[in-house]
Structure formats: structure tokens, C-alpha cells
């Protein structure tokens, strides 16, 4: 008699090769625990509705509760021969509790089986990415009170633009986090729909209550047609976006990061305990960590890109290539946990150095829109304000100097609409305060998000 559970249809045992390549034991075992609880929500829901003795279903929730142990203890044999989680655990309970076994799969098939596990392991996943999420903001926000009065360049096209706080750019991390907190939220709404009892298609014959089961597994919904039930994919393919685009944004601040440490620009050193050295040349400290989420996030995308082909030309219901759903899903579930992870250490244990950052702010022209600016409210139009402001800015470079080394009567020689109260005008902590707009780099506006961010925060921890 073959081993395998669907073995009665076949004379001849499968090829080793074939068992080695079709099987995903090696990678779908990381969802035992959603296995064994999706299947004592169904022999709970067989015995309820009288398809299975009560005596029965309790054989079968006790080996369960055993099985789940002895992998929990990591005393479990593993088997490629049997394929997959479902079929090593189904076998293992069979072996423990005899005939009462084999009733387990009644009404259910493989189909609607890792389909349910597929959901629940997702499930749980998003909430331990937000997790992970909230400790990253944690750190920016923590980091952006402490240092709220560091004042660095802004940039645009990694050229010096205007002053900014430091803890203003810092929060613009925090967006785009609560973004991908709130995407990953649409991804767990679409992974938390119940699809057992779909069968291997078309449903089951039997009286099954599929409610209680959705009741019993904490779903909100249940799919109400069989066919996408066991086909559907979509919640895969958004846990997959949401977490590329979570993944962007780590990149971006990586490379940020990675520019600051430099000896080029010297605003950040990071912790010891989070970089390391080289081989050869013994003054190097290398930002390993940002390189490698930044290098990381690659991984993420191409998953998404193979799930989208892998689905993209699939007819309904179930296709063996849906089994290639899991490797690039768990991988990057590993990904994101781990980024995350060591960026909120990295964050906390970063070291601002604030000086050099003033000395950009200060050897440089970042404070030219505020000249413009200041002819402005002097009543000259803006396109007059620019010109006078670029030609001021060219004589500066002609003789090396910055808009705050000219005197008043310099200043005049451009436009006698210069006064006294020019050189308070161009001082960068004028020039931040000044941008006291809803959502600007003030004091003011950033203490405001960074206010908002703790209310966010506390509601969703």
C-alpha cells in the first residue's frame, strides 16, 4: 500500500526525483501551527454538525495537540515522500490515533486545506510586520525630540536646498511608514477571509457549517464562491506590495544614511555594535547594515514580480503553480522582519553630529530663497526678488565668500531695499522658523507632527 495519502489511484510509486521536486516540506513546515489549528477547527465543526463522532473528533484534537508539541520540541520527522505539511501531519495523526485519523480530511480537501493555511500564516505575519513597523517610528520620533533643534541642509537633486530640522526629515520617515502601516492593513483585511469547506473546487457534498469554523479562527468573511476560494492569491500578491513598498522606503533612508556616515558629508556616525570593518584597510567603518536593506529590497521586488507572473495566466481553480506562492512570501516576510528590525537599532544607537551639519547649513547658499523672500515682503515682485537674489549669489562665488560675510552696504549695491534686519533674515534658524506653514520645517509645525505621531502611535500599539 503506498504511503501517500492519495496513493490508491496508482500502481507505481513516484519517482525520487519527482518527490524531491514537487515537494514544499522543506519550506511550507513553517506553517505547522496554522495546519494543526485550521484542522482542529474542523474536526470541532465535524463532530458539531454529526459528520464525525464526537469521541472522534476528540482523538483527533488530542494527537493534534501531541503533534504540535513534538514540533514545537523539534522531535518531529519531516518527510519529502509525504509532500507538504498537511500530508506529514494528516500521517503522523493517523499513526497516533488509528481510523479516527483518516476522518480528519472528510469534507476538505488539500485545495481549500493549504488555501486556510495560506491566510492564516499571513494574517499573523502582517501583525508582526506592523509590529516591527511601530518600533521603527518609535525610534524616528524618539530621535526627532531629542535632537529637535538640529538644524541641516535640505536637499533636492542631492544639491543643498534650504535649511530644514533634522527631525523634520526624520519625520518625513515616519509617513511614509504610517503608509505602509496602514497598506499592511488592507492586506490583512483580504487575507482574513475564510476558504475552507471550497473543497478541491465545486464545495462538498457534506452538511458542513463553514460559519463556525470562520467564528472558531477569528475570520471576519468567508468567501461565498468556491472556485476563487481555493484560486485566490490576492492577498499574497498585497502582502507582496505592501511589502516592496515598505522596502523602498528602507532603501531610501539607507542610502541617506550611507551618504551621512560618509567623510564627505559627516552628519551621522553609526553605533559600533551596527557596522563593521575591512580586511585590509584598518581606518574603514562600513555601513554593512543600510548596504545590505538597501541591497535586500531587490529580493522583495522580484518576489513580487514572481508571484504576478506565476498567476498572471492561470485558469481556475488550484494549479501546482500555486505552490510557488510560499518560497518568495516567506522569504520576504524573513526580509522585511529583519530590516526592520535592525533599523530601529539603528536609529537609536546613531550618533547626529550637529555642527557639521550647522557648518553645511552655514558654507553654503542654502538661505537664498529667504533673501528672495525678504525682497518680497519688501514689496518687490517675486521674479525681480530672484534675479536680484541669483546675482547676489554669483557675486558670493566670484569672491568665495557667503551671503552672511557681505556687509549692509553691499547688500544696498543690489537693492536699497536691503536693511539692518537682513542678516537676521538669512540666519538659518530664522530661515527655519519662518516656514511655520501646516506640514513646514518649523519648530513650531514639527513639534505639531511629531505630537501627532505620538497619538498615532498610542492608537495603534
Sequence with gaps: MSEKLWGGRFEKSTDEMINEFQASINFDRRMYREDIQGSIAHAKMLARCEIISADDAEKIIAGLKKILAQIDAGNFEFKVELEDIHMNIEKALTDEIGEAGGRLHTARSRNDQVALDTHLYVRRQVREVQELILALQKSLVDSAKKNLGVIMPGYTHLQRAQPILFSHHLMAYFEMLQRDFERFCGAYDRANIMPLGAGALAGTTFPIDRKFVADELKFDAIYLNSLDAVSDRDYILEFLAAASILMIHLSRLSEEIILWCSREFNFVELDDAHCTGSSMMPQKKNPDVPELVRGKAGRVFGHLTAMLTTVKALPLAYNKDLQEDKEGLFDAIDTVKFSLAVFAQIIAGMKIKSENMRRAVEEDFSNATDLADYLVKKNLPFRQAHEVSGKIVHHCIER??????????????????????????????????????????????????????????????
Aim: charged residues 25%.
Design 400 to 461: 568665495g565668500i557667503y551671503l552672511k560675510d557681505l556687509t549692509l552696504d553691499e547688500f544696498k549695491t543690489f537693492s536699497e531695499k536691503f536693511d539692518a534686519d537682513i542678516f537676521s533674515a538669512i540666519n538659518p534658524e530664522t530661515c527655519v522658523n519662518a516656514r511655520n506653514s501646516l506640514g513646514g520645517t518649523s519648530i513650531k509645525q514639527v513639534e505639531f507632527q511629531i505630537s501627532e505621531a505620538c497619538d498615532w502611535l498610542s492608537m495603534n500599539s
